[in-house]
């Protein structure tokens, strides 16, 4: 059964009321959820459950079911879960979360600066790092640190739209990622529009303008192979 994606159309809602759909050891579905399933490179959520009777059960993480659009809130094998019908909120780690946001956001804009083919990549609360598609190692670690915080700075604001199957179709490099490419045949895909910096394909959650995701770091910059090389980027820690 699909769930609704109440993180889709607003990132920033950290609970939502929700019904149990299904449970088994280890396994709890809702009609709805706050809770991003891991995809894209960008983790799953974790939180908690909250029962009318002041119960809680721990989320430890979030994945895409079997079907399409059915998602699974991970609990631990032992844990009790709640029977089909259940009335829960669903509410999430948010500080994690938010990490991811901002640093979701931060790898599009890395997009924007290094005009190249994306073969991987992969983010966390505290990193992230994206492989491109390069035969030459002519990446300079200076120069993508100081325009990717000229992009912070700049505070662009960001916003999600969709666009038709056929649409995307017709425009083929509004799509970075050459090994993951977006769902189709559901109709639609989401894109995200980082104004005036970068447009793809993206199921991802982000932050509302650049200025949000904070000062960052280029720490290494690795060859993969070949035609990979690698971008990693953290969180600027405060002097």
Not at 142 to 159: G, Q
Request: glycine share 8%; proline share 5%; aromatic share 4%.
């Amino acid at each position: 059964m699909a769930t609704e994606q109440v993180f889709a159309e607003d990132a920033y809602a950290r609970a939502c009321d929700a019904s149990v759909t299904h449970s088994a050891p280890g396994t709890i579905q809702l009609d709805r959820t706050v809770f991003y399933a891991a995809g894209g490179g960008q983790p799953g959520d974790s939180g908690v459950l909250k029962l009318d009777d002041g119960s809680t059960v721990q989320v430890l993480n979030t994945v895409k079911g079997e079907s399409v659009g059915e998602i699974l809130h991970l609990v631990a094998e032992d844990a009790p879960v709640p029977a089909v019908g259940t009335a829960v909120t669903a509410e999430i780690d948010w500080a994690r979360r938010h990490k991811h946001m901002r640093m979701h956001t931060c790898l599009h804009l890395l997009c924007a600066v290094i005009d190249a083919p994306v073969t991987g990549g992969q983010l966390s609360a505290e990193k992230g790092r994206l492989d491109f598609d390069l035969p030459e190692l002519s990446l300079d670690k200076v120069e993508i640190e100081a325009r990717l915080n000229e992009l912070i700075a700049r505070n662009a604001p960001t916003a999600t739209r969709w666009i038709r199957d056929a649409d995307l179709a017709a425009q083929p490099d509004l799509v970075r990622t050459m090994k993951v490419k977006p769902p189709s045949g559901q109709g639609r895909v989401r894109l995200l529009d980082v104004a005036d910096v970068d447009v793809q394909p993206c199921g991802g959650t982000h932050v509302k303008s650049t200025g949000e995701i904070g000062p960052v770091t280029v720490r290494k910059i690795e060859n993969k192979g070949k035609h990979n090389r690698r971008v990693n980027i953290a969180f600027k820690e405060p002097e």
